[in-house]
């Protein structure tokens, strides 16, 4: 039933060349034909779709584990949430979450030939970490671990267990400067911007209009206080799992923080203006099949 509901749905909107598949996905798999399963799908191919346009730099789990060996210089910053990250992680790698990479590499990179590699447990979040700090324009070189603590263990290499080791919430000067970045970053992603009254307006229309307010510090800096009905979800995890949090794709979506770095990086990629050249500079684009209204207050 729910295909024909969806052919209906589609028909309404226009498509005349519309059909059902019979016995749906139990006569493909009948037939031989292969099936997929998976979680994030939209968000994690949204990730290769970065990757592919901004040619975002990979290292092979080999070659950092030789540049870790040799001493050589550079920073691994992984770019999960804590739990998953004290589960299993690179060694030497500090936890960063999301939105927190650019919020604390200065601190963690002073030094700016330092190599910054960005991991998580496989892509997507990698990528869009060590993208976004290309878009900062740090002068870091950056590079995004190639299949993450999977493919560092696919590679035969060992993992660490149970480790505490986590990037300090960042100096005034870190603040200061990835405050600056981000903003220019939103700016050319196209972000927009509401103040508190027109907030309140949006929360007496949801019925007419779905709205998402999401908080996107630390869990400790959200339960220390934060605004009423707002959902706190780490920068990293609000992109690779957008589906989950954010199911009405045209819905008004509120990013908020506390100094504005954090949701100017993550409304930078929830913006439906984004895009990027392949010299990995941020630049908007005109969409015009979409029309989310997706901002920060400020």
């Known amino acids: 039933m729910r295909s024909e509901r969806a052919a209906k749905a589609v028909e309404v909107l226009g498509y005349t060349k519309v059909y059902i598949q019979i016995n749906g996905l139990k006569a493909w798999i009948e037939a031989g034909y292969e099936t997929f399963e998976g979680v994030n799908t939209l968000s994690k191919a949204f990730g290769e779709l970065v990757a592919e346009t901004c040619k975002t730099p990979l290292t092979e789990p080999e070659e950092l584990y030789a540049m870790l060996k040799q001493g050589k210089d550079v920073v691994v910053l992984d770019c999960r949430p804590y739990d998953e990250y004290n589960n299993m992680c690179i060694p030497g790698g500090k936890n960063?979450?999301?939105?927190?990479?650019?919020?604390?590499?200065?601190?963690?990179?002073?030094n700016p030939e330092t190599l910054?590699?960005?991991?998580?447990?496989?892509?997507?979040?990698?990528?869009?970490?060590?993208?976004?700090?290309?878009?900062?324009?740090?002068?870091?070189?950056?590079?995004?671990l190639k299949g993450g603590t999977m493919g560092w263990e696919l590679a035969g290499l060992k993992l660490e267990y149970g480790q505490i080791r986590y990037t300090d919430f960042p100096s005034d000067q870190s603040v200061k400067l990835a405050c600056e970045q981000a903003s220019i970053v939103a700016e050319k992603a196209g972000v927009k911007y509401v103040d508190?009254?027109?907030?309140?307006?949006?929360?007496?229309?949801?019925?007419?209009?779905?709205?998402y307010i999401f908080d996107v510090r630390q869990p400790q800096e959200f339960e220390a206080g934060h605004y009423p009905g707002s959902v706190n979800v780490q920068s990293g995890q609000l992109i690779q799992a957008t589906d989950e949090y954010g199911a009405v794709r045209c819905g008004r979506y509120v990013v908020m923080d506390d100094t504005g770095a954090r949701a100017n990086m993550t409304a930078s990629w929830l913006s439906p203006s984004w895009k990027m050249d392949y010299n990995h500079t941020f630049f908007p684009t005109k969409m015009t099949t979409r029309n989310d209204k997706r901002v920060i207050l400020r």
């Not at 604390?104 to 002073?110: E, F, I, K, S």
């Not at 009254?197 to 709205?211: A, D, F, I, M």
């Open 96 to 110: 960063t979450p999301g939105a927190e990479l650019a919020y604390r590499v200065l601190d963690q990179a002073p």
């Open 116 to 144: 910054v590699i960005v991991n998580c447990a496989g892509r997507t979040r990698s990528l869009i970490g060590a993208q976004s700090l290309i878009n900062s324009n740090i002068p870091n070189p950056v590079s995004a």
């Open 196 to 211: 508190l009254q027109t907030l309140k307006q949006w929360e007496s229309e949801v019925e007419e209009n779905t709205l």
